[in-house]
């Protein structure tokens, strides 16, 4: 692919990405301008996975996002953009907060910490605007 086409392949794909999930991490931003075609087909599997399914909403599924996240360890902003788009699609803070209380006894209090930091950090941040 010439770097014309691949330039605006991915201009393209980061769009969608940023309107599909509402943020894009650099490190996807690279990744897609690299290898836009790597790119399309991880953005294919996450609109599978993440997006809205048969029996589980965009709300559910972002809050099991939140809970393997929170138990894998991932830096706090990653778990804030999944309580970000749980809340976009309709999560409130009592539902975030009982699916991040059900971490607890499967993941461990490292796991409900990462969650309740994250969920902290949203709720501080609106309470300032």
Same mark, same amino acid.
Request: proline share 4%.
């Given at each position: 692919?010439? /770097?014309?086409?691949?330039?605006?392949?991915?201009?393209?794909?980061?769009? #969608?990405? =940023?309107?599909?999930? &509402?943020?894009?991490? *650099?490190?996807?931003?690279?990744?897609?301008?690299?290898? *836009?075609?790597?790119?399309?087909?991880?953005?294919?599997?996450?609109?599978?996975?993440?997006?809205?399914?048969?029996?589980?909403?965009?709300? =559910?599924?972002?809050? @099991?996002?939140? &809970? @393997?996240?929170?138990?894998?360890?991932? *830096?706090?902003?990653?778990? /804030?953009?999944?309580?970000?788009?749980?809340?976009?699609?309709?999560?409130?803070? #009592?539902?975030?907060?009982?699916? @991040? #209380?059900?971490? =607890?006894?499967?993941?461990?209090? *490292?796991?409900?910490?990462?969650?309740?930091?994250?969920?902290?950090? =949203?709720?501080?941040?609106?309470?300032?605007?």
């Amino acid at each position: 692919m010439d /770097e014309a086409k691949k330039k605006e392949k991915a201009e393209k794909l980061i769009s #969608e990405a =940023i309107k599909q999930r &509402g943020y894009m991490y *650099p490190e996807w931003e690279f990744v897609c301008r690299s290898d *836009p075609d790597f790119f399309e087909s991880y953005n294919n599997l996450y609109a599978s996975a993440m997006g809205k399914g048969t029996f589980l909403s965009i709300k =559910i599924r972002e809050m @099991i996002a939140l &809970g @393997i996240l929170a138990y894998k360890g991932v *830096p706090t902003d990653v778990l /804030e953009a999944h309580i970000k788009r749980a809340m976009q699609n309709g999560a409130t803070v #009592e539902e975030l907060l009982e699916a @991040i #209380e059900t971490t =607890i006894a499967p993941g461990g209090a *490292p796991t409900f910490h990462n969650g309740v930091k994250a969920l902290l950090n =949203i709720i501080q941040k609106d309470q300032k605007k």
